[in-house]
Each structure stands twice: as structure tokens, then as C-alpha cells.
């Protein structure tokens, strides 16, 4: 397997556009914010200090959430193709299992999306920082880390339910079109959760992703925050962190933090023994 991953890896690596539009949904919301979103969102709370530090905070932590799927996403090219160019029969015909080379795809995207996850937490980190905001303190790094090895873990287990339907690479390219599309609705980047309809609130409430959004909010903008509102009261703040999809309720229920962690690792239990499910229905 471990041969097979490292295969794999070097295989993604080496194709410059599959890196590329692996990392295109990322670089067209920093675009569109740093263009249009930004100051948007920035003018609508202008009467207080610190905000141009806490809405840069926010669109980065759900870039950060939306990453760790569209990586993973075209990290699974790699499988796509093989089997399109039926390269996967010359693996089976050696002697290895297939568990083994299921899991040196899983493992391969597994770590590109850890890979490229890192490298869109640097580029945060700098763009943060250039429009005055802080570098994280040493105790939130780490805590940012924590969850993108997590969430990579679950987002490459819905994903690879997702693509276990495919085999062409025309029907994957559309569907990774479609869903890094998606992800900027659903986590709350190009509008805020607060402002759309009840039911589709709900809906992207629901959404695993979007509790991963959540969780990236709560850790990064838990300084700029506490630095904006200063003072303010303990319900103009709950009403913001709603308002902008960093804390989910349902009603009069806040969704804690414990819940949302139960909420991603329950999706990533499920969504693998789907994906095992669907792939061994394939075999027979």
C-alpha cells in the first residue's frame, strides 16, 4: 500500500494542472474577496476597530474547511483515471489485494489534501497579516493543525463515496466543477448563513462541512473577535457568530463544539462503509 501511495502522490505532483485546479476553488474565493467580498463585509460593521482582522479571519477559516474537500477531490483524479486507462487491471494483475490499492488511493488523497491544506493555511496566515491582522499564537496554530488533519480524514471519506459512482474522467471533472462551486454556499463565504431563507439554512446547517467551517471559525477568530467586541454586549456578539455561521443553532439549541466534532467523525465512519459498500457492489 505504501508503495502505492507514494505512486500516486508522485503521479498528482507531477501534473502541474491537476495541482493547479485542485487549488482553483481556493484561489477564486481569495480573489473574490479580496476584489468584491472584502469590503463588503468590512463596511457593514465599520463603526467598530478590528474588523478588517476579523472578517479576514472568517473568509480564511472557511477556505480552510473548503480545502480539505476540493484537494482531496482532485487527488482522487489519480483513481479516475487509472481507471479510465485501465491501468488499474496491471495493478490487480500483480500480486497485491485490492484493499491495498483502495487504500493507497485513500491514503495518497488523503495526504494531499493534509499537503495543500497546510500550504492554504500559510497563504491565510500572510494575507491575514499583510491587511494588518495577527499570526496566530502558538496554542491556536496547533489547534488549527488538529483540524485539518481531521477534517481531511472526513471530507476524503465523503468524497470517496462520491467518486466511487465514477468512472470517466469527463463525469469527475464536471462533478469537481460542481461541487467546489457548492462549497462556497454551503460553508457561508459568498453569503453569510444568517442571511439566507430558514430552510435552506437548515440544509446547509445539516451540511458536515459546514459544522468544519464552524469549528475553523471558532479557533481563528477567537482573538479578533474578543478584540472587535470588546465591551459589547454577550448578545450582539451571539447574534454576529450566528449571523456569520461561526457558532450553528437550531432554535433556541447551540450546537457546541463537542457535538460538531461527534457530528464530522459520525460522517466519516458512515461515509466510508458506504464508500466500501458501493465499491464491493462494483466487484461483484
Known amino acids: 500500500m505504501k508503495a502505492l501511495m507514494k505512486r500516486n502522490l508522485l503521479v498528482f505532483f507531477r501534473d502541474k494542472a491537476s495541482v493547479f485546479f485542485s487549488f482553483l476553488a481556493v484561489l477564486i474565493i481569495i480573489g473574490l474577496y479580496a476584489?468584491?467580498?472584502?469590503?463588503?463585509?468590512?463596511?457593514?460593521?465599520?463603526?467598530?476597530?478590528?474588523?478588517?482582522?476579523?472578517?479576514?479571519?472568517?473568509i480564511m477559516a472557511g477556505i480552510l474547511a473548503v480545502t480539505s474537500v476540493t484537494t482531496t477531490m482532485g487527488a482522487f483524479g489519480t483513481m479516475i483515471e487509472d481507471k479510465t486507462k485501465k491501468i488499474t487491471k496491471d495493478i490487480y494483475s500483480a500480486p497485491v489485494k485490492r484493499s491495498a490499492v483502495s487504500g493507497g488511493y485513500v491514503m495518497s488523497s488523503y495526504v494531499i489534501g493534509v499537503i495543500l491544506s497546510f500550504a492554504a493555511l500559510v497563504l491565510a496566515e500572510l494575507y491575514i497579516v499583510a491587511f494588518g491582522g495577527q499570526l496566530m499564537d502558538p496554542l491556536t496554530l496547533l489547534k488549527v493543525v488538529g483540524l485539518i488533519l481531521f477534517c481531511c480524514v472526513v471530507n476524503t471519506s465523503i468524497v470517496l463515496f462520491i467518486v466511487s459512482f465514477f468512472n470517466s474522467t469527463n463525469a469527475f471533472a464536471a462533478a469537481s466543477t460542481i461541487i467546489g462551486t457548492m462549497?462556497?454556499?454551503?460553508?457561508?463565504?459568498?453569503?453569510?448563513?444568517?442571511?439566507?431563507?430558514?430552510?435552506?439554512?437548515?440544509?446547509?446547517?445539516?451540511?458536515?462541512?459546514s459544522h468544519a467551517a464552524a469549528?475553523?471559525?471558532q479557533v481563528m477568530m477567537a482573538d479578533a473577535i474578543g478584540e472587535t467586541f470588546a465591551g459589547a454586549?454577550?448578545?450582539?456578539?451571539?447574534?454576529?457568530?450566528?449571523?456569520?455561521?461561526?457558532?450553528?443553532?437550531?432554535?433556541?439549541?447551540?450546537?457546541?463544539?463537542?457535538?460538531?466534532?461527534?457530528?464530522?467523525?459520525?460522517?466519516?465512519?458512515?461515509?466510508?462503509?458506504?464508500s466500501i459498500l458501493n465499491m464491493s457492489r462494483k466487484k461483484k
Open 183 to 209: 462549497m462556497g454556499f454551503l460553508t457561508g463565504i459568498y453569503l453569510p448563513i444568517g442571511n439566507l431563507p430558514e430552510g435552506v439554512q437548515f440544509v446547509v446547517k445539516i451540511f458536515p462541512v
Open 215 to 217: 469549528l475553523f471559525r
Open 35 to 58: 476584489l468584491f467580498l472584502g469590503d463588503v463585509w468590512v463596511s457593514g460593521f465599520k463603526e467598530l476597530s478590528g474588523v478588517r482582522y476579523m472578517m479576514d479571519s472568517w
Open 233 to 274: 454586549p454577550e448578545q450582539a456578539v451571539t447574534s454576529f457568530k450566528e449571523e456569520m455561521g461561526v457558532i450553528l443553532g437550531f432554535g433556541d439549541y447551540t450546537v457546541t463544539p463537542l457535538v460538531s466534532f461527534m457530528i464530522l467523525a459520525a460522517t466519516a465512519v458512515v461515509f466510508y462503509a458506504l
